[in-house]
């Protein structure tokens, strides 16, 4: 086999298609999705019950935005670990 057939060209849909990126992509789009619904909800509900200034409303809104990456992060660290273990778990078994 050689260097061309090993290094065939992929499309981004192709890769998220893969069975083995499902859980992934649904991951990410799912954190995506919340990184847009949550920031703007919550700073239209703040101006609109006139809570906070917009300013400060805004303030709000990024520090949400950091809170959902924060929790992604967290999110694909634990699951990266338990890969770890779960790779260490069979090679002691083998």
Known sequence: MNRSECRQKLTLSQILAD???KDVS???FNFAFLMFL???GVLILVIQLDILSVQN???LAV???NVIM???AL???REEVSDW???LSEGKQN
């Open 70 to 72: 924060g929790i992604y």
């Open 63 to 65: 520090l949400l935005v």
């Open 38 to 40: 949550i920031p703007i």
């Open 75 to 77: 999110t694909a660290y």
């Open 26 to 28: 649904s991951k990410f």
């Open 57 to 59: 409303a805004g303030i």
């Open 85 to 87: 273990k779960g790779g």
């Open 19 to 21: 069975p083995k990126n």
